[in-house]
């Protein structure tokens, strides 16, 4: 195959220079040749972190679906993705070199009637651990639990499972070699799974500032998924009639989603960008995420590497297009550091050194 040539300003650092690509990788030295493919604001290839291949509105998809919300990310240039959970055996995706890198988290597990139907393991006390250790066998170092969800009980957000139960299984996970993600709408979850040593929490809207302290001393990860966070008026007005506390709940959280998240920010919490395609949102948008991150009170710098070389060298990938480096990356007209609404609109999308959109 011959060699490609990309030059341009290269993020994070953005110094001008050529890329050239040689069966998948990136080199500094000049390949005679070389076919320009694109010439812009080149950013390592970005990073959805909390995505659902192979989720619809009724649980698990089929291969076709999934593979069109592959195709849509890709485009959108998401070429690492983190799953969130999904209903779906994703695990085909890794024969596919055309579509983005996948690390899967397998199935959500929930307690029993106490999460969306069909998307989860849903599993009674004293079933989570087990439940934990199968998942971290199946997926690719990550497992999903849902933390909170509504309880027609109390008819409000309750945790799904005792603290107890929640560290026992942390420390199953851990013991795997898998890392623990928790969907956590409320408060009352946080504290024990923080305690407990959890990697990361996924929307996080219950923090309060001793909470996000609690995560700095631990180094827990938050995804705020952004986009999803507004859409609680909705959820406050679908739960009004049944479950006003839920409803006042959900409206609060949505109140202080801002002062929340750039608490977080300003702590120092390592924050990624998510834009739970497949869950609540539709596919390809994680420049929509980068851009309400940013909405928030992030740098325009701070929510792009969110989503790019920050997020990249969390999940264990290369965070700079350095010599070596496999050749995921995006091409931009317009530096996105300055105007991040050009993240929507990719030049030259190049994933394992094949020029795919």
Known sequence: MAALRVSGPVLPDGEVRDLYVVAGRITREKQPGAETVASGWVV?????????????????TTVEETEQQAIDDRDAGALLIRDAGSAADTSWIDDRDDLP??????????????????????????ELAAHVAQEAQRGDGWVKLVGDWISRDTGDLAPSFA????????????????KVTAHCFGTAVL?????????????????TPDL?????????????????????????????????????????????????????????VPLYAGSDG???????????????????????????G?????????????ATLDEGAPADLVVYDADPRVDLTVLARPACVMLRGRVVR
């Open 191 to 207: 504290p024990g799974l923080i305690e407990a040593g959890i990697d990361c929490i996924e929307h996080g809207t219950g923090l």
């Open 101 to 126: 890198r996948l690390i899967r988290a397998g199935r959500h597990i929930a307690r029993t009637k106490r999460y969306i139907r069909n998307y989860a393991h849903e599993v009674e006390p004293g």
């Open 163 to 178: 603290p107890e139960e929640f560290a026992e299984a942390i420390a199953v996970a851990h013991d795997h070699g898998a």
């Open 44 to 60: 390592p290839g970005l990073v959805d972190a909390h995505c659902h291949l192979g989720l619809n509105d009724d649980g698990g």
């Open 306 to 318: 969110a989503a790019s070389w920050r997020a990249r060298e969390w999940l264990g990938w290369n």
């Open 212 to 268: 996000v302290g609690a995560m700095v001393e631990h180094g827990t990860a938050l995804v705020p998924t952004v986009m999803q966070v507004d859409k609680f008026p909705e959820y406050a007005e679908a739960g009004a009639e049944k479950f006003p506390d839920y409803s006042a709940t959900m409206t609060d959280l949505f109140a202080r989603r801002r002062e929340t998240i750039m608490t977080a920010y300003e702590a120092g």
């Open 278 to 304: 497949g869950g609540v949102r539709k596919h390809g948008n994680i420049a929509g995420e980068v851009v309400a991150m940013a909405g928030l009170g992030m740098t325009n710098e701070a929510a792009l």
